[in-house]
C-alpha cells in the first residue's frame, strides 16, 4: 500500500517550452502533497506544498510563476514549468500524505522526473 | 527552521560488516522518517519513527525524541544496500519535511 506514481519518470525539452509532472497516489487519497527538487550530489529541497482544492504554498525563493502547481483532486496534484531553462534541469520528486488510516505524518513519495532541458 | 545533521557523510563497508548512521535534529519532531534513495532516485520508506525502536530484518531504528536524535542500524550488511541514506524531521510546530544531507553508503563485496 501507500504507492505513488509520477509520469513521466524522464523528459527532455528545448528551452522556452513548457512540461508538465503528474503525481498520484494511487491506493490512498491525499489532502496534501509535496513537490521536491533535487540537484545530482544533493539532498531533496521542498519546492512547495499543494492542498487539493486550494493554492499551493512556495517556499522562500521558488517562482510560483514558473513553477505551476495544481491540487485538482485527493489523488492527482500536477506541477508544471514554464518556459523551462536548462537551469531548471534537475530531478523532481513528489510525496503525498495519506488522509486517513495511517500515520498523518508519514510522507510516501513518487519515483521521481528528472528533468533535461536543452 | 529545523535543522538536520546526519553523519557520516561517507561510509564504505565491506560485505557483511554492521554499520551505525546517526541524525541529529535541532528541535522538537512529530515525523521522522529514514529513507534510502537507490540508484535509480527512488526513495524507499525504510523507518517513520518519531520516538521509539523498529526494526524490520536487517535495519533497526532508534529516535530518542528528548535527546534529539536518530540511529539507523544496518546489520550484515550486502552489496544491495549501498545507496543514500536520508533522515528527514517535520517540526512539530510545521507541516515539511526537512532531508538531511544523506549517508552515502558503499558496500563493497
Known amino acids: 500500500g501507500a504507492v505513488v506514481s509520477q509520469h513521466p519518470s524522464r523528459v527532455i525539452c528545448k528551452s522556452g517550452t513548457s512540461v508538465k509532472i503528474e503525481c498520484r497516489s494511487l491506493?490512498?487519497?491525499?489532502?496534501?502533497m509535496f513537490w521536491y527538487r533535487q540537484f545530482p550530489k544533493q539532498s531533496l529541497m521542498l519546492m512547495a506544498t499543494?492542498?487539493?482544492?486550494?493554492?499551493?504554498?512556495?517556499e522562500q525563493g521558488v517562482e510560483k510563476d514558473k513553477f505551476l502547481i495544481n491540487h485538482a483532486s485527493l489523488t492527482l496534484s500536477t506541477l508544471t514549468v514554464t518556459s523551462a531553462h536548462p537551469e531548471d534541469s534537475s530531478f523532481y520528486i513528489c510525496?503525498?500524505?495519506?488522509?486517513?488510516?495511517?500515520?498523518?505524518?508519514?510522507?510516501?513519495f513518487g519515483p521521481g522526473t528528472r528533468l533535461t532541458v536543452t | 527552521g529545523i535543522q538536520v545533521e546526519q553523519s557520516p557523510p561517507d561510509l564504505i563497508l565491506q560485505e557483511g560488516a554492521n554499520s551505525t548512521l546517526r541524525c541529529n535534529f535541532s528541535?522538537?519532531?512529530?515525523?521522522l522518517q529514514w529513507f534510502h534513495q537507490n540508484p535509480w532516485g527512488q526513495l524507499i520508506n525504510l523507518f517513520y519513527?518519531?520516538?521509539g525502536t523498529k526494526q524490520n530484518g536487517r535495519l533497526s531504528a532508534t529516535t530518542v525524541a528528548t535527546e534529539r536524535y536518530s540511529l539507523l542500524y544496518i546489520s550484515s550488511s550486502q552489496t544491495t544496500d549501498s545507496g543514500v541514506y536520508f533522515c528527514?524531521?517535520?517540526?512539530?510546530?510545521?507541516?515539511?519535511?526537512?532531508f538531511g544531507e544523506g549517508t552515502q553508503l558503499t558496500v563493497n563485496p
Open positions: 510525496s503525498a500524505r495519506d488522509r486517513v488510516g495511517r500515520p498523518s505524518h508519514e510522507q510516501y
Open positions: 499543494s492542498n487539493e482544492g486550494s493554492k499551493a504554498t512556495y
Open positions: 491506493d490512498f487519497q491525499a489532502t496534501t
Open positions: 528527514a524531521v517535520q517540526e512539530t510546530s510545521g507541516s515539511r519535511l526537512t
Open positions: 519513527i518519531p520516538s
Open positions: 528541535d522538537s519532531v512529530n515525523n
